[in-house]
């Protein structure tokens, strides 16, 4: 496949490999487009057997390559349903076939309904916590 010569040359900053999983991540390409996943992937590559620091363009190539994947599920989705709108319904109902994004998808709903029971309970002692000893 031969390289388009016409195409600026991008040069892309490398995400902090072992930073802080909760620090926001806005890594730029030369163009202005944010890198959004960039320091999941890298760690995602290494967990898959890649080295520790992979070269930047097969992340950014990845990294494009998901976002094309959400974009398309997500316009997809949008035209299953309520025209206009995503809903957790219709994203099951893409996945239906496919048995192991099924069922991963099962998994995330089903991890995300006991994280919110358990910080409501959480919630709930904290609060009965905090009136015992206002009284």
């Known amino acids: 496949m031969a390289a388009n010569n016409n195409a600026p040359e991008e040069h892309f900053e490398a995400a902090d490999f072992d930073g802080d999983a909760d620090d926001e991540q806005m890594v730029f390409t ?40 959400i974009a398309e599920t997500t316009h997809r989705a949008m035209e299953i349903g ?22 991963r998808v099962k998994d995330l709903l089903t991890m995300n309904e006991e994280l919110k029971k358990a910080r409501k309970a959480f919630d709930e002692i904290k609060y009965v916590g905090n009136e015992g000893k206002a009284k």
Do not use: H, W
């Open 82 to 103: 309520r025209t206009g709108r995503v809903q957790v319904e219709d994203i099951i109902f893409l996945v239906r076939k496919d048995q192991r994004k099924y069922a």
């Open 30 to 69: 030369n163009s202005g487009r944010k890198r959004l996943f960039s320091k999941e992937l890298r760690c995602m590559m290494f967990g898959f057997g890649d080295d520790k620091n992979p070269y930047t363009e097969t992340v950014d190539l990845l990294e494009d390559l998901v976002i094309e994947y």
